[in-house]
Nanobody, 115 residues
Framework: QVQLVESGGGLVQPGGSLRLSCAASGRGLSVYNMGWYRQNSGKERELVAFITRAGSINYADSVKGRFTISRDNTKNTVYLQMNSLKPEDTATYYC?????????WGQGTQVTVSS
């Protein structure tokens, strides 16, 4: 089992940048496929970026070219670098660790993009 804690959210102006971190405790992150998701109230949680154990990466079309997911297994941490932020990126961002049919979520971190 793994426990996940997200950090790095906040208020930023359009065009700005933030870097989210997802720190894990318990079992090491290297065995998990990791994802960043986001959700606004009244909407379904959507996948933003995904990185497999082997390092393969996928992004939602809405964030391609602006967001970068990375992982540092030595630090048990996954990152989401978010550049050129837009108001529509406003959401609670969640980290997910997946292994087979098991999945674990963090508590989320709020990102608000507004002038």
């Amino acid at each position: 089992q793994v426990q996940l804690v997200e950090s790095g959210g906040g208020l930023v102006q359009p065009g700005g940048s933030l870097r989210l971190s997802c720190a894990a405790s318990g079992r090491g992150l290297s065995v998990y496929n990791m994802g960043w998701y986001r959700q606004n109230s009244g909407k379904e949680r959507e996948l933003v970026a995904f990185i497999t154990r082997a390092g393969s990466i996928n992004y939602a079309d809405s964030v391609k070219g602006r967001f970068t997911i990375s992982r540092d297994n030595t630090k048990n941490t996954v990152y989401l670098q978010m550049n050129s932020l837009k108001p529509e990126d406003t959401a609670t961002y969640y980290c997910n660790a997946a292994l087979g049919i098991s999945g674990y979520w963090g508590q989320g971190t709020q990102v608000t993009v507004s002038s």
